[in-house]
T-cell receptor, first 116, second 111 residues
């Protein structure tokens, strides 16, 4: 149980275009999901907290107009990187919080974004 | 400056050797978690330590929470190539909300 999936697993896009990443909790409902970014050889940095049915909460320094988050259902959150630039190239990881198991967070496998 | 400082940043050892990874802070935590992340994948929870002085074992991995609940360590006995990965400590914010990670320790176990 407690499986989180992400799609796509990797994506290459051209500078200036937008790309959407999906995060799904497969066998539990998640009112809260989290989006992290990880640069090579670095740790995970929280970008935002995604709440079902309400606006996301962004961490300091993260542009909410550039990283659009939608949490339209209890099993799906999406992150859209708008007008992507090469410096947005990174590993994006989501996690979903399972309220039925002590609010434990389960992580997705990540999405590798490369902006050319 | 990160609230959780992990050391060393990188560790390369031969199969069969032992290693210890540290997670230190000046703050007191109600609990700390340890994760392992393999290249190209998301982190996987290994353990949560809650009580000061607590020791938990997971096969060849031994986790300890400091008496003052400010630090933790991970000791691996007889490391194997499958132990290779990024080891992360983390704490949960108020109300069990967002996780904050340390900088991580990259472990490479050579066969």
């Amino acid at each position: 149980g407690a499986v989180v999936s992400q799609h796509p697993s990797w994506v290459i896009c051209k500078s200036g275009t937008s790309v959407k990443i999906e995060c799904r909790s497969l066998d539990f409902q998640a009112t809260t999901m989290f989006w992290y970014r990880q640069f090579p050889k670095q740790s995970l940095m929280l970008m935002a907290t995604s709440n079902e049915g309400s606006k996301a909460t962004y961490e300091q320094g993260v542009e909410k107009d550039k990283f659009l988050i939608n949490h339209a259902s209890l099993t799906l959150s999406t992150l859209t990187v708008t007008s992507a630039h090469p410096e947005d190239s990174s590993f994006y990881i989501c996690s979903a919080r399972d309220q039925t198991s002590g609010y434990e967070q389960y992580f997705g496998p990540g999405t590798r974004l490369t902006v050319t | 400056t990160q609230l959780l400082e992990q050391s060393p940043q990188f560790l390369s050892i031969q199969e069969g050797e032992n290693l210890t990874v540290y997670c230190n802070s000046s703050s007191v935590f109600s609990s700390l978690q340890w994760y392992r992340q393999e290249p190209g994948e998301g982190p996987v929870l290994l353990v949560t330590v809650v009580t000061g002085g607590e020791v938990k074992k997971l096969k060849r991995l031994t986790f300890q929470f400091g008496d003052a609940r400010k630090d933790s360590s991970l000791h691996i006995t007889a490391a194997q190539p499958g132990d290779t990965g990024l080891y992360l400590c983390a704490y949960k914010g108020a109300a069990g909300n967002k996780l904050t990670f340390g900088g991580g320790t990259r472990v490479l176990v050579k066969p």
